[in-house]
């Protein structure tokens, strides 16, 4: 792969580097815009209906890319313009966060046991547990920063579910983040998706 996300602080965020005559850099903020980012997570199988791009700010600033101009329809960053001039460019550099604000948390037991709950469009929704198995579950631990997952179905814990609304997940296992994963329409009768997050 010859674009990745680094020195953020998870996978799908971070400072976006180009790998360019065999070194990794920076693309320069200047003109960087939205279709430019949403090539990017594409790209990195992020399912983000609107991902953000930011100033990144930290170490590791150097630029190797003066500009780069999408259409905003390309599969791969390597079909848009590039240009290494970077004679217009200041030291900012582009940060990316391919999350599009989807987040996962635990509720009804402790902070690493739980009913599995994801946050869609400001919403939290449990997550269905028809269909939910250890690769969706290792994909929601990750997305927490926990390593292991072992997911679990139907069981009653002490606090009861805060979500109303469901949604059903489909992960293949080698996701970061849910965002990662397909989204479904959950069946009629759903029970509630728990995990233990190790």
């Known amino acids: ?26 693309v320069c903020m200047k003109l960087w815009n939205q279709r430019n980012t949403d090539v990017v997570c594409r790209m ?4 983000s209906a ?17 500009d780069i101009q999408c259409r905003g329809n390309e599969t791969d960053i ?19 966060d391919c999350s599009d604000g989807m987040q996962a948390r635990l509720t009804g037991g402790n902070s ?9 469009n400001g919403s939290w929704k449990q997550i269905c547990s028809s ?15 926990f390593s292991v997952a072992v ?15 469901y949604q059903s997940i489909d992960c293949s296992g080698w996701e970061d983040h849910i965002n990662q994963c397909r989204l479904q329409n959950p069946p009629i009768n759903c ?8």
């Not at 996300?5 to 920076?26: H, I, M, R, S, T």
């Not at 079909?79 to 990316?96: H, Y």
């Not at 690493?112 to 869609?120: D, I, R």
């Not at 997911?151 to 609304?165: D, I, K, Q, R």
């Open 50 to 66: 609107r991902p953000n791009y930011y100033t990144f700010h930290g170490t590791h600033m150097n630029i190797l890319i003066g």
């Open 112 to 120: 690493s046991m739980g009913y599995a709950q994801l946050q869609e």
């Open 131 to 145: 269909g939910w198995n250890n690769e969706e579950a290792a994909v929601f631990c990750r997305t927490l920063g």
């Open 78 to 96: 390597g079909l848009c313009k590039a240009f290494l001039d970077k004679s217009n460019c200041t030291d900012e550099v582009v940060g990316i």
């Open 151 to 165: 997911a679990t179905t139907n069981v009653t814990l002490s606090n009861g579910v805060s979500a109303s609304e």
């Open 1 to 26: 792969n010859n674009i990745r996300l680094a020195y953020g602080p998870d996978p799908w965020k971070g400072k976006l580097e180009v790998f360019y005559n065999n070194q990794w850099g920076g």
């Open 44 to 47: 990195m199988s992020y399912n």
């Open 191 to 198: 029970g509630y998706a728990t995990v233990n997050c190790l």
